[in-house]
């Protein structure tokens, strides 16, 4: 469960003081599918990144299944994104040269687990890509390559998905496949999916949205 | 299971590997680096070693009497101090000395040594028979001056293993004649080969004659009536009585030339160990100074290190955001980065160690120098490029870990 609370963000650009978050407070329950919209410059891509643990708010409290993460230190952060947070990005963001199968594990690498090739396998499996484990990225199409980032983010089983635009690079007909399957993900695992995204028809699969506007929920 | 050591190295060589002409032209720097500490030292230490193989060569219980006072750690020839000559009557009175077996005054000049087939300019040394003494086994075949030669004055000659190469063809002297300066002698014994003293010099051309036929033939100098020979090479009994020979030898010749207690000599009483420490010292100092100068170059390679990593840093800004994202924390980075360089660096360590091995055996091929490679010069490299590694490593791989995931994840 994650529970923000009166949250802001100040960046200092130069001598000017720039207020990405102007107090937020949201509650976003176990299992829900929340899209988070808003024109850019609204703070949607800061309020992920505060909701991911990527960064920290210069003010609020932000209590993530009951544990203060606003003041954790980076290694701690790092502690928690790894166990409980699952990252799907616009650009797939995987390693080149490094094979899908080594890709999804990466994020094991950095926990204490074993079997680590076996969990990747599963993982690359519930996204449909059993045959494609030993590819590089650069052998793999654009949804190939999402569904891979996808089982990245599924292999801590992980309690959170935040996706920033995932389909932002996709075809619509590739885009909807891919919805799909994080239909299935939050449908059959019961995973918080939370989405930003600033199209319509993306959203419009969420159970929940909330819109920005310059740094408030409106 | 965190990520450990091998995994590391396995991403650091895939990183390597993505950009194999920068990699490799990265780790040229050090592979010059540390080629050239393994080379230089091997050819330092080679050159010590043979100066050290050549002094103890010459006789472990010798001690050299020469005229004047010269400071050891001096470079040879800068004189100091009153100088008086030294005689062959005062070495014939340097003989039972306590502590001293034998005494063997010399004389030294360079002579045009011919015969029918070839001219050589060599060192002729003009010894009494006690110079096989304080140089034993050194006569290949034939015989060594004999007291009756040094008495009579004979044109004798022993020649040195070379002059038969040069002067005969191979062929067996002993018999035959050569002339030296002009003067007929006649050849009647062969030196041992003293192998090559590195540096282009050589013994092997020196030949002997009786030191009264130098005098009379060869040598002009003279004081009053005597002969001054050049040095006076003295035998002690055994290692032990080499400090009691040096002192009745100098107590001997203070008393001889008249020095003033408390006055300085105006000669050298030197043995053997004196000169190696010496020389030692000498090539001691010219191995590290050649290091020195090789590991300058090495740390060059090392900026050059640090640089590409930079780059790379800068090049894997998202690739470093996403491991951050996905649990990585800021010691994992360090290590991965760290990891990368140290292994860069000892990459290019054991091929630069292999470059100056070739090197050094090149060098001992072409005979100017025996170089040898020591197990410590080959430590000293690899560890001094493993240091590179981490030093120069350590500021862009904190760079990396420093980096922001948020940050580091939208850079473009």
């Given at each position: 469960?994650?529970?923000?609370?009166?949250?802001?963000?100040?960046?200092?650009?130069?001598?000017?003081?720039?207020?990405?978050?102007?107090?937020?407070?949201?509650?976003?329950?176990?299992?829900?599918?929340?899209?988070i919209?808003?024109?850019?410059?609204?703070?949607?891509?800061?309020?992920?990144?505060?909701?991911?643990?990527?960064?920290?708010?210069?003010?609020?409290?932000?209590?993530?299944?009951g544990?203060?993460?606003?003041?954790?230190?980076?290694?701690?952060?790092?502690?928690?994104?790894?166990?409980?947070?699952?990252f799907?990005?616009?650009?797939?963001?995987?390693?080149?040269?490094?094979?899908?199968?080594?890709?999804?594990?990466?994020?094991?690498?950095?926990?204490s687990g074993?079997?680590?090739?076996?969990?990747?396998?599963?993982a690359?499996?519930?996204?449909?890509?059993?045959?494609?484990?030993?590819?590089?990225?650069?052998?793999?199409?654009?949804?190939?390559?999402?569904?891979?980032?996808?089982?990245?983010?599924?292999?801590?089983?992980?309690?959170?998905?935040?996706?920033?635009?995932?389909?932002?690079?996709?075809?619509?007909?590739?885009?909807?496949?891919?919805?799909?399957?994080?239909?299935?993900?939050?449908?059959?695992?019961?995973?918080?999916?939370?989405?930003?995204?600033?199209?319509?028809?993306?959203?419009?699969?969420?159970?929940?949205v909330?819109?920005?506007?310059?740094?408030?929920?409106? | 299971?965190?990520?450990?050591?091998?995994?590391?190295?396995?991403?650091?060589?895939?990183?390597?590997?993505?950009?194999?002409?920068?990699?490799?032209?990265?780790?040229?720097?050090?592979?010059?680096?540390v080629?050239?500490?393994?080379?230089?030292?091997?050819i330092?230490?080679?050159a010590?070693?043979?100066?050290?193989?050549?002094?103890?060569?010459?006789?472990?219980?010798?001690?050299?009497?020469?005229?004047?006072?010269?400071?050891?750690?001096?470079?040879?020839?800068?004189?100091?101090?009153?100088?008086?000559?030294?005689?062959?009557?005062?070495?014939q009175?340097?003989?039972?000395?306590?502590?001293?077996?034998?005494?063997?005054?010399?004389?030294?000049?360079?002579?045009?040594?011919?015969?029918?087939?070839?001219?050589?300019?060599?060192?002729v040394?003009?010894?009494?028979?006690?110079?096989?003494?304080?140089?034993?086994?050194?006569?290949?075949?034939?015989?060594?001056?004999?007291?009756?030669?040094?008495?009579?004055?004979?044109?004798?000659?022993?020649?040195g293993?070379?002059?038969?190469?040069?002067?005969?063809?191979?062929?067996?002297p002993?018999?035959?004649?050569?002339?030296?300066?002009?003067?007929?002698?006649?050849?009647?014994?062969?030196?041992?080969?003293q192998?090559?003293?590195?540096?282009?010099?050589?013994?092997?051309?020196?030949?002997?004659?009786?030191?009264?036929t130098?005098?009379?033939?060869?040598?002009r100098?003279?004081?009053?009536?005597?002969?001054?020979?050049?040095?006076?090479?003295?035998?002690?009994?055994?290692s032990?009585?080499?400090?009691?020979?040096?002192?009745?030898?100098?107590?001997?010749?203070?008393?001889?030339?008249?020095?003033?207690?408390?006055?300085?000599?105006d000669?050298?009483?030197?043995?053997?160990?004196?000169i190696?420490?010496?020389?030692?010292?000498?090539?001691?100092?010219?191995?590290?100074?050649?290091?020195?100068?090789?590991?300058?170059?090495?740390?060059?390679?090392?900026?050059?290190?640090?640089?590409?990593?930079?780059?790379?840093?800068?090049?894997?800004?998202?690739e470093?955001?996403?491991r951050?994202?996905?649990?990585?924390?800021?010691?994992?980075?360090?290590?991965?980065?760290?990891?990368e360089?140290?292994?860069?660096?000892?990459?290019?360590?054991?091929?630069g160690?292999?470059?100056?091995?070739g090197?050094?055996a090149?060098?001992?091929?072409?005979?100017t120098?025996?170089?040898?490679?020591?197990?410590?010069?080959?430590?000293?490299?690899?560890?001094?490029?493993?240091?590179?590694?981490i030093?120069?490593?350590?500021?862009?791989?904190?760079?990396?870990?420093?980096?922001?995931?948020?940050?580091?994840?939208?850079?473009?």
């Amino acid at each position: 469960m994650i529970e923000i609370e009166n949250i802001t963000k100040v960046y200092q650009m130069g001598e000017m003081e720039v207020r990405a978050l102007n107090g937020i407070s949201l509650k976003i329950e176990d299992g829900e599918w929340t899209a988070i919209m808003g024109p850019s410059g609204s703070g949607k891509s800061t309020l992920m990144a505060i909701i991911g643990c990527l960064d920290s708010p210069t003010d609020g409290s932000y209590r993530l299944d009951g544990t203060d993460v606003a003041k954790m230190s980076d290694d701690e952060l790092a502690a928690v994104r790894n166990k409980k947070i699952g990252f799907v990005f616009q650009q797939f963001n995987l390693l080149a040269r490094t094979s899908a199968l080594e890709n999804v594990e990466l994020p094991l690498l950095y926990s204490s687990g074993n079997h680590r090739a076996d969990r990747a396998k599963a993982a690359l499996e519930a996204v449909g890509l059993a045959d494609r484990m030993k590819h590089h990225p650069n052998e793999l199409s654009g949804g190939q390559q999402q569904r891979v980032a996808i089982a990245r983010a599924l292999v801590t089983e992980p309690s959170i998905i935040l996706a920033d635009e995932p389909t932002g690079n996709l075809d619509s007909k590739t885009s909807a496949e891919i919805m799909k399957l994080f239909s299935e993900l939050h449908s059959t695992r019961g995973i918080t999916v939370i989405f930003v995204t600033h199209d319509p028809t993306i959203a419009a699969n969420a159970h929940r949205v909330i819109h920005l506007m310059d740094g408030v929920v409106v | 299971m965190r990520l450990n050591f091998s995994q590391n190295v396995r991403s650091a060589l895939r990183a390597l590997t993505a950009n194999k002409l920068r990699s490799g032209l990265t780790m040229l720097g050090i592979v010059i680096g540390v080629g050239a500490v393994v080379a230089l030292l091997s050819i330092g230490t080679g050159a010590q070693a043979s100066i050290t193989n050549r002094i103890q060569g010459i006789g472990a219980n010798l001690i050299t009497v020469f005229e004047g006072t010269r400071n050891q750690n001096a470079p040879s020839g800068a004189g100091g101090g009153a100088t008086a000559p030294l005689t062959y009557e005062e070495a014939q009175q340097l003989n039972g000395l306590p502590g001293v077996e034998a005494v063997a005054p010399q004389v030294q000049s360079r002579q045009p040594v011919k015969n029918a087939r070839k001219q050589e300019n060599v060192q002729v040394v003009g010894v009494t028979p006690d110079y096989s003494i304080a140089h034993p086994d050194q006569l290949d075949h034939g015989r060594f001056i004999s007291a009756s030669d040094v008495s009579g004055k004979s044109r004798i000659a022993v020649v040195g293993a070379q002059i038969v190469t040069d002067l005969f063809g191979g062929l067996d002297p002993v018999g035959k004649s050569v002339k030296i300066n002009g003067i007929l002698f006649q050849v009647v014994g062969v030196m041992k080969s003293q192998g090559s003293g590195g540096f282009g010099f050589s013994r092997d051309t020196t030949t002997y004659v009786p030191l009264t036929t130098a005098f009379a033939r060869l040598s002009r100098t003279r004081v009053g009536n005597e002969n001054t020979v050049s040095t006076i090479e003295v035998s002690a009994l055994n290692s032990d009585s080499i400090s009691t020979a040096m002192a009745s030898i100098t107590d001997k010749l203070a008393v001889l030339h008249k020095i003033k207690s408390g006055a300085a000599n105006d000669f050298t009483v030197q043995s053997q160990a004196d000169i190696l420490a010496a020389a030692t010292q000498v090539t001691g100092v010219l191995t590290i100074f050649l290091g020195a100068i090789a590991g300058i170059s090495l740390v060059v390679g090392g900026i050059g290190v640090m640089n590409i990593m930079l780059v790379s840093v800068t090049e894997r800004t998202r690739e470093i955001g996403l491991r951050k994202a996905v649990g990585a924390r800021r010691r994992d980075i360090l290590y991965q980065f760290l990891t990368e360089t140290i292994t860069l660096s000892l990459l290019g360590g054991i091929i630069g160690i292999l470059v100056g091995a070739g090197i050094s055996a090149l060098v001992n091929a072409s005979g100017t120098i025996a170089t040898v490679v020591s197990a410590q010069s080959v430590f000293l490299a690899f560890g001094f490029s493993a240091a590179v590694g981490i030093f120069f490593g350590i500021y862009p791989a904190n760079r990396a870990a420093g980096l922001k995931p948020i940050e580091a994840l939208r850079y473009e």
